[in-house]
């Protein structure tokens, strides 16, 4: 074979079989907005957004959340003797007093979570005020508030409810909330994954940022409107 040959085999690179078969993700399409017959208050839905106040809000409420009842044991608190392992000198050995201390396998937790811990952070009132009325902002911005006074229920019926909502035309909205105090709705939406029924006073601002639709009625409309009065 000749160097001329041999030259021009090395240029020749096999085509890889992975970059053959992988294909380019496709791009998440634009949800419609949904369409209301009843305006939305600008006072509730129409303030200029506060990316700060719903981050700080989002924080405390997660913290809050926690329990803190985690807690281990100090060397005061687990079980051993407590009589010195080794006299202090003439074994060369590093001067040791008991055998609870935290260097020492089944000796206590030197800094280890206590039950005292308390995790809660304070966000001052107009905070959270003003991140709620930004998160509901931000959702009719984005055009995922539907105002609809049709869900009912007679009773617990998971098929029925997801019969009604599917009447609603939320195609491509994954993340649903309904506003609703009825326990009938609220036990039928539990059985649902994604969807979720919470009463208006129950409301968070990070259940608002997770939602890709907001059910609410005219009745809800108006006491949100009170609220910022």
Do not use: C
Not at 23 to 50: H, R
Not at 77 to 91: A, H, I, L, M
Not at 103 to 132: C, S, T, W
Request: a positive charge.
């Amino acid at each position: 074979m000749s160097t001329n040959e041999l030259k021009e085999k090395k240029t020749k690179t096999p085509k890889s079989s992975a970059s053959s078969k992988t294909k380019t993700p496709k791009k998440q399409e634009a949800l419609k907005p949904l369409k209301n017959t009843v305006e939305l208050p600008s006072a509730v839905f129409g303030i200029e957004i506060n990316n700060q106040a719903m981050f700080d809000t989002v924080m405390m409420e997660r913290a809050s959340r926690r329990q803190g009842t985690h807690s281990v044991k100090s060397r005061a608190e687990v079980s051993g003797t407590g009589k010195k392992p080794w006299k202090q000198k003439g074994t060369g050995r590093a001067r040791q007093g008991s055998l609870r201390s935290p260097q020492f396998v089944g000796g206590g937790r030197a800094f280890g979570p206590r039950v005292e811990r308390n995790y809660n952070l304070k966000v001052n009132k107009k905070v959270r005020r003003l991140a709620f009325l930004s998160a509901l902002s931000l959702l009719a911005k984005e055009g995922s508030i539907l105002v609809d006074d049709s869900i009912k229920l007679k009773e617990p019926k998971t098929k029925e409810l997801i019969k009604q909502i599917n009447g609603l035309n939320l195609e491509g909205r994954k993340r649903i909330i309904i506003v609703s105090s009825d326990e009938n709705i609220y036990k039928s939406a539990n059985n649902i994954p994604n969807i979720a029924a919470i009463k208006l006073n129950s409301l968070t601002v990070e259940a608002l940022l997770w939602t890709d639709a907001l059910i609410l009625s005219r009745d809800d409309i108006k006491k949100l409107e009170g609220m910022v009065k």
